[in-house]
């Protein structure tokens, strides 16, 4: 089963930028939806970003006009572009399969914080 390995979270002050990396132990190309998930404390996962392989996108709206993502299904990695953090984006960000669920990794924390 492919496994996931995310990267590139940090501290960053509001209004800057961070880009995120998922590398997949194995092919996603048989993975058609791909998605960014995050965790903020006290509250449920949610799916922030998604794309087909395709080249879809769709977005959380607030997210929207701010979140990129992105996927290299040659290199089996997912990226998410994020700019003009907010304080509300601090969470811990997740990449995996939308719809049939893989294993979770352990996350990248993103903290946006002044």
């Known amino acids: 089963q492919v496994q996931f390995v995310e990267s590139g979270g940090g501290l960053v002050q509001p209004g800057g930028s961070l880009r995120l990396s998922c590398a997949a132990s194995?092919?996603?190309?048989?993975?058609?939806?791909m998605g960014w998930y995050r965790q903020a404390p006290g509250k449920q996962r949610e799916l922030v970003a998604r794309?087909?392989?395709?080249?879809?996108?769709n977005y959380l709206d607030p997210v929207k006009g701010r979140f990129t993502i992105s996927r290299d299904n040659a290199k089996n990695t997912v990226y998410l572009e994020m700019d003009s953090l907010k304080f509300e984006d601090t969470a811990v960000y997740y990449c995996?399969?939308?719809?049939?669920?893989?294993?979770w990794g352990q996350g990248t924390q993103v903290t946006v914080s002044s």
């Open positions: 194995g092919s996603i190309f048989s993975i058609n939806a």
């Open positions: 794309i087909n392989n395709g080249g879809m996108t």
């Open positions: 995996n399969a939308v719809g049939l669920l893989r294993d």
